[in-house]
Antibody, heavy 120, light 110 residues
């Protein structure tokens, strides 16, 4: 079955960067779009962008341009998101989610989330 | 950006019907398909898909959940409400970039 296993909680300092991972299993990693979604404390959900691991193509929400960088490692079936120049505003839970087949399909599968806390 | 507006928090009694609305600032239909989906999220958990393309029940989701609507007006109905349904519900569109979510509607027990 499809599983998305995310990396653990991160406590990072302001102005630094962090890279979180999402290891996929149970399907062909290179043939499906992987999305990333942010949920700030007590808030709703924001779509950050997607990556197509088959060719590395990406699409970002303009709001996250320069903040998030999406990459994928085909050899380990793992998607990554690097967040840079961190501020307290970046403290949130970050989810990876796979759309069913097409990029415009619904988010059929979700990782368990990675909590990132930015604090000095 | 397409803005999604959801109904306010809702308190319902068990075995009653709950109706949650989602209105979009632009039409999210295209060629007869509604690019509108519904998710359930419980505290400390990831969202779970309930309804896709406006009215299709996701795999493994009980039939007491249903979705309806088109264009700019959509509804999620839970009938009857069970204790396990206490959660926050989000609508989401992916007709246009950036994909956007509604602010969520918290379902509580009366």
């Amino acid at each position: 079955q499809v599983q998305l296993q995310q990396s653990g909680t991160e406590l990072v300092k302001p102005a630094s960067s962090v890279k979180i991972s999402c290891k996929a299993s149970g399907y062909t990693f290179t043939s499906n779009y992987m999305h990333w979604i942010r949920q700030q404390p007590g808030n709703g959900l924001e779509w950050i962008g997607w990556i197509y691991p088959g060719n590395g193509n990406t699409k970002y929400n303009q709001k996250f341009d320069g903040k998030a960088t999406l990459t994928a490692d085909k050899s380990s079936s793992t998607a990554y998101m690097q967040l840079s120049s961190l501020t307290s505003e970046d403290s949130a839970v970050y989810f990876c989610a796979r759309s069913l087949r097409r990029v415009e399909d619904w988010f059929a599968y979700w990782g368990q989330g990675t909590l990132v806390t930015v604090s000095s | 950006d397409i803005v999604l507006t959801q109904s306010p928090p809702l308190a319902v009694s068990l075995e009653q019907r709950a109706t949650i609305s989602c209105k979009t600032s632009q039409n999210v239909d295209n060629y007869g398909i509604s690019y509108m989906h519904w998710y359930q999220q419980k505290p400390g958990q990831q969202p779970k898909l309930l309804i896709y393309e406006g009215s299709n029940l996701a795999s493994g989701i009980p039939a007491r959940f249903s979705g309806s609507g088109s264009g700019t007006d959509f509804t999620l109905t839970i009938d009857p409400v069970e204790a396990d349904d206490i959660a926050t519900y989000y609508c989401q569109q992916n007709k246009d970039y950036p994909y956007t979510f509604g602010p969520g509607t918290k379902l509580e027990l009366k």
